[in-house]
């Protein structure tokens, strides 16, 4: 910033101020700073020393008022003033010039700080473009990922069904054909009996492809009279000699034909469904249901029941 007072200036100007009336150092302090309105204050150290030394040359001369001093200017300071004349004009040419000039310097320290304020914030503005890029591109990456594992899901959960729609289908054309095979030399009792057991089985090899951890058992074909084992501990013979009791479901099939006709054939009938009822029922509180395993047994229930009773009514 360029200087205010070329050198020895600034004493012509004191002794200006002094002219139009007796100050004290604090007073010439603000003086100054209001005529150069704020762009130049002076320190005590600057002016305090002047004002000591134009003293002592006996240009101003000072009294005491309320402990501080009053600088007042003396007739040798206004011959000062009278002869320098030209000085005073040039001085006032210059102060208007360094006014100019802390202007100019004023004006380009703000200017550059506006600069480089824009500066800083394009570079900010775009180092946060930058980052947002590459987050909305990690997020697309990751949705696209998301999306390929759902359709691979989706694609599987497809197949799993058509396979167990086709395998359901397959179950009951089988069930059907043996039930028919007994329809057709009247044996009714067999006709359920089988259905029953084979309906039991294939349930068992379906809830394996479905993936159920509680899929239904596989059938056990039941062994000659002779080979059967005696009852278990903890079980009972009924008077059929059928053991019931503590077995699990793996025997449903071997118990469903091991029932002896007593000629009524309704009965029979409502006593093999409510055997069929227990078994589930027993497996069901065991083991718990789940959703799918409901939704898979609701369908296959679905699927013999129908044929058992296109069965029953084909006579």
């Known amino acids: 910033m360029a200087p205010v007072f070329a050198h020895g200036r600034l004493r012509l100007y004191l002794l200006m101020l002094l002219d139009e009336a007796p100050r004290h150092g604090y007073e010439v302090i603000r003086l ?13 150290g600057t ?3 002047r004002l000591a030394k134009l003293e002592a040359e006996g240009l101003v001369s000072h009294t ?6 009053v600088y007042a200017i003396t007739k040798a300071g206004r011959a000062e003033l009278a002869g320098r004349q ?34 800083e914030v394009r ?11 590459e987050d909305w591109k990690e997020q697309a990456r990751r949705a696209k990922q998301e999306a390929r594992q759902a359709r691979r899901q989706a694609r599987k959960e497809r197949e799993a069904h058509t396979e167990a729609v086709e395998e359901v289908q397959r179950i009951a054309r089988q069930v059907q054909d043996q039930i028919q095979t007994h329809v057709h030399t009247g044996d009714w009792q067999g006709a359920v009996r089988e259905g029953m057991s084979q ?20 059938y056990e074909s039941p062994a000659p009279p002779e080979q059967r084992p005696g009852p278990s501990p903890g079980s009972t013979e009924d008077a059929a000699g059928t053991e019931t009791g503590t077995g699990t479901a793996a025997g449903a099939g071997t118990a469903y034909e091991a029932e002896e006709p007593t000629g009524d054939t309704v009965r029979d009938l ?3 469904l409510d055997r069929f009822r227990d078994d589930v029922r027993d497996a069901a509180r065991d083991s718990g249901v789940t ?11 679905s699927t013999a029941s129908a044929h058992i009773v296109a069965t029953l009514r084909s006579g």
């Open 86 to 119: 030209t000085e005073l004009a040039e001085l006032e040419v210059e102060i208007r010039e360094s006014l100019a000039a802390l202007a100019a310097d004023i004006r380009a320290d703000v200017s550059g700080s506006a600069d480089e304020l824009r500066r």
């Open 32 to 44: 100054l700073e209001e005529r150069f309105q704020g762009l130049y204050a002076p320190s005590a």
């Open 64 to 69: 005491t008022e309320g402990g501080r001093k």
């Open 199 to 218: 309906l039991a089985r294939e349930m068992g090899n379906l809830g394996r492809i479905a993936g159920s951890a509680a899929g239904w058992p596989p």
């Open 123 to 133: 570079e900010q503005t775009r180092d946060e473009v930058l980052r947002a890029k």
């Open 291 to 301: 959703e799918d395993q409901f939704r898979e047994v609701r369908r296959r229930l």
């Open 47 to 49: 002016v305090y020393p």
């Open 270 to 272: 409502e006593r093999l």
